[in-house]
């Protein structure tokens, strides 16, 4: 049975969309087969990421709309990056007027892409034998993050240290991770370099972080200038595998394989 893991944030910035697809990729590259899908409607940005032409005729608003089938949707990056485990990515529709339209979905059709969502589950699951599939999710509690919440088997939190971003997360947790009884991790993003320099810097994070969370701290990654310095137009993981940034996902991907 495929497992199915949202990445979830309470404001938008945090890092969601550059871990989810870099993990994508150095998980399919360990060997699972992988399929990663845009569900940030209102901000999507799998296809710019990943180079998908914009006059392809099905994206994942489509899928939801129930105007194709999965495999419509997917791009199969396997080829491109030689990964051992195939890479499946499920573009959302950049364009000004898909977001648009995304942003006026009222209620029934959430209820109906809910229902979407979960079938889809099954057919990557069944007729294409995804292991893991990843979804980058949009920030707060909209909708289509809440969709996103109740169809995966584990959300990761990411959450800066910010305390706009730590507070936020806490209140999600508890207002909506424990409402609907859903596991969540919480990931810290560009943690600044200083407060882990020191055995005794770190002592204290991981105490402040321990006081603010009671669900399971997944890992610590720092803010590296050397990201933002790179070109956003090819996979960080791709050109710098031996970069702590890198080496920090190769052992969050041991972990989500083996949860
Ligand atoms: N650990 C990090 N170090 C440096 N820059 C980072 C780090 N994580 C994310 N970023 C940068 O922060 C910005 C926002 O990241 P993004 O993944 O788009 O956030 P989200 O999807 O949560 O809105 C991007 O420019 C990204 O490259
Ligand atoms: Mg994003």
């Known amino acids: 049975m495929a497992k199915v893991i949202a990445f979830h944030s309470s404001r938008g910035g945090t890092g969601k969309t550059l871990i989810a697809s870099n993990l994508a990729f150095i998980i399919a590259k360990r060997g699972r087969d992988v399929a990663l899908l845009d569900l940030d409607f209102r901000a999507p940005s799998l296809a710019t990421v990943f180079g998908v032409d914009e006059a392809r005729k099905y994206w994942m608003n489509d899928l939801l709309d129930g105007r194709c089938r999965v495999g419509e949707v997917l791009v ?15 573009p959302a529709d ?35 034998g995804s292991e ?14 809440v969709n996103a919440i109740v169809g995966s088997d584990l959300s990761i939190l990411v959450s800066t240290m910010d305390l706009l971003d730590l507070e936020g ?3 999600m947790i508890r207002d909506l991770y424990r409402v609907f009884e859903r596991r969540v991790m919480v990931l810290i993003n560009k943690a600044v370099p200083h407060e882990l320099s020191s055995d005794e810097g770190r002592r204290r994070l991981l105490q402040e972080l321990a006081e603010r969370f009671t669900v399971p701290l997944l890992a610590i990654i720092p803010c590296y200038c050397d990201i933002l310095l790179s070109s956003r137009s090819t996979l960080f993981a791709l050109n710098h595998p031996d970069h702590p940034f890198s080496r920090a996902l190769g052992e969050i991907a041991k972990r989500l394989e083996g949860a």
Do not use: C, F, K, N
């Open 169 to 171: 997360a806490q209140r």
């Open 76 to 90: 199969d990056l396997t080829d491109r990056y030689e990964t051992r485990g195939r890479l499946l990515i499920g």
């Open 94 to 128: 950049p364009r000004m007027e898909a977001m648009s339209r995304a942003a006026r979905r009222d209620r029934r059709w959430q209820t109906r892409a809910l229902r979407r969502l979960l079938a889809m589950r099954d057919e990557l699951d069944d007729r294409l």
């Open 132 to 145: 893991l599939i990843l979804l980058d999710t949009s920030p707060g509690v909209e909708y289509s993050s």
